[in-house]
């Protein structure tokens, strides 16, 4: 099992930030994949899913059509687009592998977790 994120960093109010997932063919193969994140003092929430196909994109009604999420099957690398980032975008962010081909924005949907990425957004 092989998930890492990277693409984390300290951005200013406005800016971008690209995310990326690096999987092995074996983890992501055939499994939906999903962006989840934690801020300080707060639970886990849902931030973008995609499917095994790369459809039917969810996101999280917090985004309001701010983050896109992708996925290349070439290198097996799930990304998250993230514009006009906020103070509240601060999180650890999180890609998850889930247990079938079909995305949910439950965590419990995903049976395997990267570490994290650290995102600061500064105002």
């Known amino acids: 099992v092989q998930l890492q994120a990277s693409g984390g960093g300290l951005v200013q109010a406005g800016d971008s930030l690209k995310l990326s997932c690096a999987t092995s063919r074996r983890t992501s193969s055939n499994n939906a994949m999903g962006w989840f994140r934690q801020a300080p003092g707060k639970d886990r929430e849902f931030v973008a899913a995609?499917?095994?196909?790369?459809?039917?994109?969810l996101y999280a009604h917090s985004i309001n059509g701010r983050f896109a999420i992708s996925r290349d099957y070439a290198t097996n690398t799930v990304y998250l687009q993230m514009n006009s980032l906020a103070p509240e975008d601060t999180a650890v962010y999180y890609c998850?592998?889930?247990?079938?081909?079909?995305?949910?924005?439950?965590?419990?949907?995903?049976?395997?977790w990267g570490q994290g990425t650290l995102v600061t957004v500064s105002s």
């Open positions: 995609i499917d095994w196909k790369g459809g039917n994109p």
């Open positions: 998850a592998a889930g247990r079938s081909s079909v995305s949910s924005k439950e965590a419990t949907w995903y049976r395997y």
